[in-house]
């Protein structure tokens, strides 16, 4: 048999102040137990299911290669890139995330450099270290031009450790 609380009552019947404390704090006990549980099931459950890295296609259309500027830095905030026109009038896609810990990184277009606010670090246009401490240049993405339109893959990030010229496409 349950060990309920008894429900004490006044002689006309009415409820009295403890016992409706006692069911209440019941009743919030169970509500805390519910969520502990509903806390629990969802951790040991997972998330959402996520792509490996190198499968996934999101293409990004940046736009016709013109209408960048040469020595410009163009943000893409829905693909979380930036897409730097070289001086030889090359693309480069760059990821914001900063290689130390993450951060994300602006552009300083006046200083010429991508500064992050976290701890310092600062890169160049190519995304290469010019002072720590980053460990390694910027990622970058997969750019391709088709019928002179920069598109850019943002399914699958590049790590790398320094900035190499076959990294660049050009317009043809």
Not at 42 to 49: D, E, I, S, V
Request: aromatic share 10%.
């Amino acid at each position: 048999m349950k060990n309920r609380p008894k429900r004490e009552t006044t002689d006309q019947g009415e409820v009295t102040r403890r016992s409706f404390l006692t069911w209440l704090w019941v009743g919030l006990g169970i509500v805390a137990l519910m969520e502990f549980t509903s806390l629990v099931v969802a951790y040991l459950r997972g998330g959402k299911p996520r792509q490996e890295k190198g499968t996934g296609e999101a293409i990004v259309e940046a736009g016709p290669a013109e209408k960048f500027a040469v020595n410009s830095v163009t943000a893409f905030v829905r693909g979380r890139f930036y897409l730097c026109r070289l001086e030889d009038g090359g693309f480069l896609a760059v990821s914001r995330k900063c290689t130390h810990l993450g951060c994300t990184v602006p552009w300083k277009d006046k200083e010429k450099k991508f500064a992050c606010p976290c701890h310092g670090s600062a890169f160049d246009i190519r995304g290469e270290v010019i002072s720590p401490p980053a460990p390694r240049a910027l990622d970058i993405y997969p750019v391709a031009i088709e019928n002179n339109i920069v598109k850019v893959n943002t399914g699958r990030p590049v790590k790398r450790s320094e900035f190499k010229q076959e990294q660049v496409v050009y317009p043809t």
